[in-house]
């Protein structure tokens, strides 16, 4: 029997994922999202945010039927979920405060909902761990760097495994197949040396090849691409095009269902810093990129990627893809 890395596998209970765009987010909540195959619901509370799984203890209803409301005897902008069926009341750490029916009678111990491990704000994106991570959230060196200007992809959503979108994002050998139409060069196919290096959860690799530029002329120049990718599923790509400037991607994915990703694309850019691009023009070119890429990977019949060795066959060109492949083993053998 095959071993799948999905978007169900436990592991991912330890890692960080991104679960909505902040600037999405209107008012407290409670908002519903879907992570890992099940619902949360996600509120704020003061200044903190919370995640609960979305359902009661009680008959499991889920708490998003429900509202907020100010809790008793809490300070301002402190926010307690109220579910919708019977009205039992939970305080943003989890605890249930109050149990209607039963008046000032006793609150079972099983009453409690225990919040995900850690929730925070990185990169416009609310960010969650259920349990203790045991993986750092990525980081991002342009990030604050005044010399690169932000646009945000629309986000979206594909029929594909959150390893098997990052695995094609790493992935430098499909460009003259897959993206003929936009950054293949149908004549670059021999894939050149490069370097990975791995530490501890998160591995590195530096590419040189040819590619077109990213201003949609076509023209094809060197280019060298650097990945930085963070266990499970978040990518750095600094595309360097030497005189023309550079641009850094940022995939974050979100493992919504065992079918299904949320991808949180962001293109950091210098052109577009120093006043020259077009921000508009590289969503759109980057979209088309990615729309190349989901033709294929929505296809796939199984939405993960295999632990079990031997099912894939693995050339010297693939040695990124074979890295990400030992991360994603290292941290099943975690769970
Ligand atoms: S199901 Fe939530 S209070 Fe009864
Ligand atoms: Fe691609």
Not at 243 to 272: C, K, N, W
């Amino acid at each position: 029997m095959v071993d799948w890395f999905d978007n169900t596998h436990r592991s991912l209970r330890r890692c960080f994922h991104p679960v909505a765009e902040i600037a999405q987010l209107e008012g407290h909540g409670p908002f519903e999202i879907e992570l890992l195959g099940d619902s949360y619901a996600l509120f704020r509370s003061g200044e903190t945010w919370t995640v609960l799984v979305n359902q009661c203890p009680h008959r499991l209803a889920p708490l998003t039927t429900g509202g907020l409301e100010p809790g008793p005897g809490s300070r301002a902008g402190e926010m307690v979920i109220r579910c919708g069926y019977h009205g039992w009341c939970f305080d943003a750490s989890g605890t249930c405060v109050e149990i209607p029916s039963s008046g000032d009678g006793p609150i079972p111990p099983t009453a409690h909902i225990t919040p995900a491990a850690v929730v925070r704000e990185a990169f416009g994106l609310i960010w969650v761990s259920l349990d203790d991570p045991v993986v750092p959230m990525p980081e991002v060196a342009e990030w604050d760097d005044p010399d690169f200007g932000l646009a945000r992809l629309p986000v979206q959503e594909w029929a594909a495994g959150a390893a098997q979108v990052t695995d094609n994002f790493l992935d430098v050998a499909h460009f003259p197949f897959m993206h003929l139409g936009t950054i293949g060069d149908p004549d670059d196919r021999t894939v050149g040396d490069y370097t990975v290096s791995r530490d501890q959860w998160v591995f590195r690799a530096v590419h040189r090849h040819k590619a077109a530029l990213i201003d949609g002329s076509g023209r094809i120049v060197d280019r060298t691409m650097e990945f930085e990718c963070t266990a499970p599923h978040h990518l750095r790509l600094r595309l360097d095009y030497g005189e023309h400037g550079a641009t850094v991607l940022l995939f974050f994915h979100q493992p919504v269902s065992a079918e299904r990703t949320r991808l949180y694309i962001m293109d950091l850019s210098t052109s577009r810093a120093a006043g020259q691009g077009d921000p508009q023009q590289a969503i759109d070119f980057q979209m088309a990129v990615g729309a190349e890429d989901r033709v294929i990977l929505e296809q796939f019949r199984h939405k993960g990627l295999p632990l079990t060795p031997g099912l894939e066959t693995h050339v010297k060109a693939d040695r990124i893809t074979v890295e990400y492949r030992r991360v994603l083993n290292d941290l099943a053998a975690l769970a």
